[in-house]
């Protein structure tokens, strides 16, 4: 068997006495968009700051194209191709949105004019180049989630965790958004999506995992796991 | 804020002019003063207003350019002028050592570090009697009895301390630093090593401030720990200057720097000499007033806060300049 694109095996996270991630094990495949839901509290983000590097991770490993990634500072993570927005947006703020998505661009170049040149385009990719020179401190909600996509896209993943990138949009943007985010995918991007709006999720993965109190409860097709009882049981409760 | 080309050419001209046109030991003195104070100030602000590292601690690295160039005096009997050579590279070098140490800790934690590593500094270098020569400091003989290659050494100084930053704010450590300043977790998923760039930042800082400080042992002749590594007559005055012009703005440190070195002077003086004698006992006073006020009503600094200045200025009457003037 060919080793996984990505792969979280036995992934286990302690707080304290608190298990927030639990022998969690799952593989990506490449060229894939691949959903996490779970209901609030979870542990989906969780497993974004695993496999980002922000928390140490307790147990088993994370393993991205024959990389081992426990221990691996934030930077070097994202050096190896992964890219993240965060559900809490943070941009940062005096600074324009090109310089923004130029931080990000510098990723794979020491060049200030291949770093504009390249943020330039992934700003026209996103629909926010009319907004370039605009401060990211002004931003309305919806851009400021598009610069989230936009700078994790700058710096070249070939994986991108996107982080609740829809919730709080009004529905038009999110349609904007999922057309978006195909898009991405269809750039040549694997994506894990943590999202709680069920309409999104349906529409856009290929294949979804479902986990409650840090554990898998359910994994398959959009079909499968939303009919999953188990599944319905985590989100509306036992009768 | 941007100044155009030909700002910079008037104030390169100006500068290059002053001594020749004012010739007074006095206000050339006054100068150079200013012009040190710009090197240091710009520096800190490289590091602070730039990265977003406070440093309370910008003595060490003036302290230690001084005492490079007077221990090449004292210790090696080569010219005091060698620690020009040296006196920034040791800096960056101590520099990098106290950032690996400190650069683990975040915001006020991290200024906290920068004080108590200032204190252990000039307490070593007051102790060390055998190294530093203690309290006695190191006296000298001045190389020049003229002020001018002082001034024009000095201005060379502080003009390319402001160029370098310049430039390095325009490549990509600049906007790295930037990143690192308005959101360090941010930066580091952008693939931003911010330990290595916030240590790149404090090494071209303390550079400059060790250069600095080296001058300073030249021109002055005379240095001792309490002088030199003195966290209230350096390292905070480093904060006040960036404070004053502009924290985090190219022109803001300079501008402070002048500022903060002519109403020393005209305290200390006391308004030179027509004022009676006790005002010299003021101008510590006035310093926290000034902060005070610009912290009240220009948070950016006077050059960070400019367009704002012109706007109260062209406004007359307005009720917002109103209330702000009466700041002042």
Avoid at chain 1, 171 to 185: D, S
Avoid at chain 2, 66 to 83: D, E, N, P, Q, V
Avoid at chain 2, 196 to 202: A, D, F, I, T
Avoid at chain 2, 301 to 323: F, T, Y
């Amino acid at each position: 068997m060919s080793t996984p694109f990505f792969e979280s095996h036995e992934l286990t996270k302690d707080f304290g006495g608190l298990r927030a991630v639990n022998e969690l094990s799952f593989h990506v495949n490449e060229g894939e968009i691949f959903g996490l839901i779970g209901p609030n509290g979870s542990g989906k983000t969780t497993v974004f700051n695993l496999i980002n590097g922000y928390y140490p991770i307790t147990s088993g490993h994370i393993r991205f194209q024959g990389h081992t990634l426990n221990g691996l500072p934030t930077w070097k993570i994202c050096k190896l191709g992964i890219g993240r927005t965060f559900q809490v947006v943070k941009p940062l703020r005096r600074m324009t949105v090109l310089e923004n998505v130029m931080t990000a661009a510098f990723n794979h170049t020491e060049s200030v004019v291949k770093s504009r040149d390249k943020a330039l385009g992934v700003l026209e990719f996103c629909g926010l180049a009319d907004k370039k020179d605009a401060s990211a401190k002004g931003l309305p909600l919806g851009d400021r989630k598009r610069l989230e996509i936009a700078r994790a896209l700058a710096t070249d993943p070939k994986l991108l965790l996107l982080d609740e990138t829809m919730a709080g949009l009004t529905p038009q943007e999110q349609a904007e958004g999922v057309a978006l985010i195909r898009k991405i995918r269809d750039s040549g991007v694997t994506i894990i999506i943590v999202e709680h709006i069920m309409r999104v999720i349906m529409s856009v993965c290929d294949r979804l995992l479902c986990i409650n109190y840090g554990q898998r409860i359910a994994e398959g097709t959009p079909e499968e796991v939303a009919n999953h009882p188990a599944v319905i049981e985590a989100y509306l409760g036992k009768d | 804020m941007k100044a155009p080309r030909w700002h910079i050419v008037v104030i390169v001209a100006a500068a290059l002019a002053f001594p020749l046109i004012v010739r007074s030991d006095y206000y050339v003195h006054m100068f150079i003063l200013a012009l040190l104070w710009v090197v240091i100030g710009s520096s800190w602000n490289l590091l602070a207003g730039y990265t977003g590292q406070v440093s309370f601690g910008h003595a060490i690295f003036f302290g230690i350019g001084a005492y490079t160039a007077g221990l090449c005096a004292t210790k090696l009997g080569i010219s005091a002028w060698w620690g020009m050579l040296l006196g920034g590279p040791i800096a960056s070098l101590i520099g990098l050592v106290i950032g690996w140490i400190c650069f683990r800790l975040r915001g006020p934690y991290f200024a906290l570090a920068t004080i108590a590593v200032g204190e252990i500094f000039r307490l070593a270098a007051v102790v060390w009697r055998s190294l530093t020569g203690g309290m006695q400091g190191i006296l000298l003989m001045q190389s020049f009895r003229s002020k001018l290659p002082y001034y024009y050494l000095a201005l060379a100084i502080a003009f390319g301390c402001i160029y370098a930053i310049h430039r390095v704010m325009r490549s990509k450590w600049g906007y790295y630093f930037i990143a690192i300043r308005e959101d360090q977790d941010a930066a580091e998923s952008m693939g931003v090593n911010a330990f290595r760039y916030k240590s790149l930042s404090l090494v071209v800082s303390s550079f400059f401030t060790g250069l600095a400080g080296a001058f300073y042992m030249n021109y002055m002749a005379f240095i001792d720990p309490e002088v030199v590594f003195s966290l209230h007559h350096i390292s905070i005055m480093a904060i006040l200057v960036g404070i004053i012009g502009g924290v985090g703005t190219l022109w803001g440190p300079p501008l402070g720097a002048f500022i903060m070195v002519f109403l020393q002077e005209t305290f200390r003086s006391s308004f030179f000499g027509l004022g009676p004698r006790w005002v010299s006992e003021l101008h510590v006073l006035v310093f926290g007033l000034l902060v005070i006020f610009v912290i009240l009503y220009m948070a950016n600094g006077i050059v960070g806060d400019w367009d704002k200045i012109r706007r109260l200025g062209s406004s007359k009457a307005g009720a917002a300049s109103a209330s702000a003037g009466k700041g002042s």
